[in-house]
């Protein structure tokens, strides 16, 4: 899509891990450099309890890393379709709503781009998964409106919204040269959506695309849930997870779950879970792992553990090996994973997304041989399991792999350009 002048609003991917904005403007580069140059800004707020401030994406990962007193959040957007969206917590002694927490991310954002672009944004095209909550359209059309409503609180007088693999399939339209049947595998952070798209270069000039697009899918299970299940499979044992009390019962696990998913670790570090952490260690059969929970709640290292797994993670699509140094829980600790046990923790989350490919051209009606091209974008879409899988769903169908962190937002970009002008 080519402009003679710049577009009027923006897209806007506020993503589970990171979030990017793009503006289409003529000869220009679409998304904005919202951090260090990078177009990607992560999506994480570090309230710093030594400076009473607020860092956000990289800055904020960094000063927490670097070992300065606050609290990490990250993972926000799991919070919207979720009961705790209308919760709060507790920031150096402050009750902070969970909805105002998000605005301040969203207002960043468009703080940022505003001032990368020299003007106000007033209208914006949101991208959203297919499905915010699965199988229950009311919960689902819910965590939009609060999204919604969070957007125009920060701002932003014109919201609309559109899927986020749709958004994808728009900016890889603009580099192909004839029609292609495509689907759009779009895995991300929280969830993971598909998309079947008949995409030409004589279809993108139309300005309803309604009936180019053939179905949409979608499953709630994105990067963070292959954490979630990688950490609890191979890294919390280590602190005692699945160990036995000297009364031959199983540790209680809830605490372990907590910090093996990103926007619960923090309901680890209060007095009560303290409390009976300590007394359970009096009655551990192997004392040596409490006593790493126990050094990990005291340093409030949720976050960094979780960062350790979730670099092992992103290091096993790559290579066959990835080693955990574990120092902060016990000094020379170091713990291996393989790319098998990382399969082996994940299996039932890549059946999961498998079933949904299938169901998605079983609802669309469309033979898998007729389709010409899979398009992945998403940080996600580089684990090689999943590849897999929907590759061999898809015998015929080449793979393209699109700007993994930014072909949605450059989509959303086109978007609103199409809506707003």
């Not at 965590?143 to 899927?163: C, H, K, M, N, P």
């Not at 792992?289 to 350790?308: K, N, S, V």
Request: aromatic fraction near 8%.
């Amino acid at each position: 899509m080519t402009l003679a002048s710049p577009a009027r609003a923006c897209g806007i991917d506020f993503g589970t891990s990171n979030s990017t904005v793009g503006w289409l403007r003529p000869a220009q580069a679409t998304l904005l450099a919202l951090e260090d140059g990078k177009v990607t800004l992560p999506s994480v707020v570090f309230f710093n309890a030594e400076e009473d401030s607020i860092a956000f994406g990289r800055a904020g990962l960094r000063a927490y890393l670097d070992g300065s007193e606050g609290r990490l959040m990250r993972s926000l957007k799991s919070l919207l379709g979720s009961s705790l969206i209308d919760g709060k917590t507790e920031v150096h002694g402050r009750a902070l709503l969970f909805r105002d927490l998000l605005a301040q991310f969203i207002g960043e954002l468009k703080k940022r781009a505003e001032n990368l672009g020299g003007r106000a944004f007033d209208q914006a095209v949101f991208g959203r998964p297919v499905h915010f909550v699965d199988d229950d359209p009311a919960a689902d059309q819910q965590a939009e409106d609060t999204l919604a409503a969070i957007a125009r609180a920060v701002g932003f007088a014109d919201v609309s919204f559109q899927y986020e693999p749709i958004a994808a399939a728009f900016h890889y339209e603009t580099e192909i040269a004839r029609e292609e049947l495509v689907l759009v595998a779009d895995i991300g952070g929280g969830t993971s959506d598909f998309s079947l798209v008949r995409l030409s270069p004589r279809r993108a000039r139309a300005g309803e695309r309604r009936d180019d697009v053939l179905a949409n899918g979608g499953v709630h299970i994105g990067g963070t849930n292959f954490d979630r299940q990688l950490s609890l499979a191979c890294v919390m044992p280590l602190l005692g997870y699945g160990s036995r009390l000297r009364n031959e019962r199983e540790m209680p696990s809830g605490i372990f779950f907590n910090l093996a998913t990103w926007h619960t670790i923090n309901f680890a570090y209060t007095r009560q879970v303290w409390a009976e952490q300590q007394r359970l260690r009096l009655n551990a059969l192997d004392p040596e792992r409490m006593d790493r929970l126990l050094a990990l709640i005291e340093q409030r290292a949720g976050h960094w553990l979780a960062h350790q797994v979730e670099e092992a993670k992103i290091a096993l699509s790559a290579q066959e090996t990835s080693v955990l140094a574990l120092d902060r829980l016990t000094p020379g600790l170091r713990h291996a994973l393989t790319r098998c046990e990382f399969d082996l923790a994940t299996a039932t989350l890549a059946d999961k997304v498998e079933s949904t490919v299938a169901a998605l051209l079983a609802d669309a009606g469309v033979a898998a041989e007729r389709i010409d091209t899979v398009f992945f974008t998403g940080g996600s879409s580089g684990v090689p399991r999943l590849r897999q899988r929907i590759a061999a769903l898809l015998p015929r169908a080449r793979a393209v792999e699109g700007d993994l962190f930014g072909s949605i937002g450059a989509g959303l970009a086109v978007q609103a350009a199409r809506r707003y002008g």
